[in-house]
């Protein structure tokens, strides 16, 4: 399995550090507003990324932090005039609803930033102790010009810095063009949420918490960090300096990063109004399902132009699958399995798992699918239930990593059909014709007719 490493610039062999297990830590959302599809994104191809190592018989124990303090939660607070949980909760609570929405695997652990201040404290006063930040000011920043590897990420030629000394950051964020000493720890502002520390009481800067967080959860060095181009610099590269500078040792062995995503070839903007989070495609009556699968149909490295246009075929093509897999439920011919079924199982199962062993080559690995389903679509009416139920449970490895198929797809068809069949009788009961009619009609465009007997609701297959 190889990864392009953003760190080394070079495909690398994917080896963990501890044979079997990986420890993976991907960057949280910062819960001041709604994530828009761009952060859907990446977090779509991490989660691509652990169900594969997952299908690839790994284990690992995923990280993700919620960045619940920094410059723009406070911010946020303050315009709404609320106390800042208030509005962090709101936001974490509507970001689990989301990854939900989305069918993206749980992490292990959420730490959020304020349950993690005396970690933060302890590692800034380390870097303290070692020499490798000073105080200014009541804030506590780290001086790059101490740490060798600094600008390593985000390839900045150290030759062109300025000298640093004078001139520190004070933002969480800012250009690489203006690379300086950056802010550890912000000395108490009016109206600003702070902790106590022997530096100085206040509050922790963006990077420190990514740190303290994954050494926390991970150890001081650990498998594979992701996010996205954006969280390059200053973000990562000054976790590292912090983390490995504290530690005296390798942070992270593996960096991968996902490109932007564009709408209608054009950088997403609020004043373009091509800016949409995901509830606002939801509204629009968008499949989620389709959604997370145009995400993923690009290749991580890549620019994604998201267009409606794309959501359609996206969308076809995901029904393409779940029509497939319709098909396959319904054959019940008795008889023994073809022998050339395991065999085109096998074949597609290897390309589809190398093609995505080649840095989640997905076009690659989709094509093997597709290429699967048109062979077996030729087949299909010669295959016996022993066959379907081969290829269907394949159907349903792979989905294990796409993640595309929804719940109602993973179990049986009678099961289907069965808590359909419910759904309706409560409809009714609850005199809601209209959804239950919805439901018989559903049911009618995937060939199941529903018959209203003495004995309760039949169906059969037209
Ligand atoms: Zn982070």
Known sequence: MKFYNTLTRRLEEFRPIEKGKVGLYT??????????????????????????????????????NITDIDDKTIRKAGELGVPLAEVTQKYIDAFHADLRTLNILPADVYPRATAHIPEMVSLISSLLDKGFAYE?????????????????LANIERGNLKPAAAATHDADEYEKEAVQDFVLWKGKKPGEPYWPAAFGEGRPGWHIECSAMSMKYLGPHFDIHMGGVDNIFPHHENEIAQSECANGMTFVNYWLHCQHLIVDNKKMSKSLGNFHTLADLLQRGCDPMAVRYLLISAHYR????????????????LARIKNFDFSLKSIHNPGEADPETAGLIAAAEKAFAGH???????????????????????????LKQKDAVQVLAFLHRLNSVLGVLDAAEEKPLDAVIEEKIGEREAARKAKNFKKADAIRAELKARGIVLMDTPDGVKWKKE
């Open 356 to 382: 995505l062993a080649d840095d989640l080559n997905i076009s690659g690995a989709l094509g093997a699918l597709f290429d699967f389903i048109t062979k077996t679509n030729q087949r299909m009416t010669n």
């Open 136 to 152: 200014k000011d009541g804030s506590v920043y780290f001086s790059i010009e101490r740490f060798p590897g600094y600008g390593r």
């Open 27 to 64: 960057c949280g959302p910062t819960v001041y507003d709604y994530p828009h599809i761009g952060n859907y994104r990446s977090y779509v191809f991490e989660d691509l990324v652990k169900r594969f190592l997952l299908f690839a018989g790994l284990r690992v124990h995923h990280v993700m």
């Open 302 to 317: 890549k620019l994604l132009n998201f267009t409606f246009d794309s959501l359609e075929m996206a969308g076809q093509a």
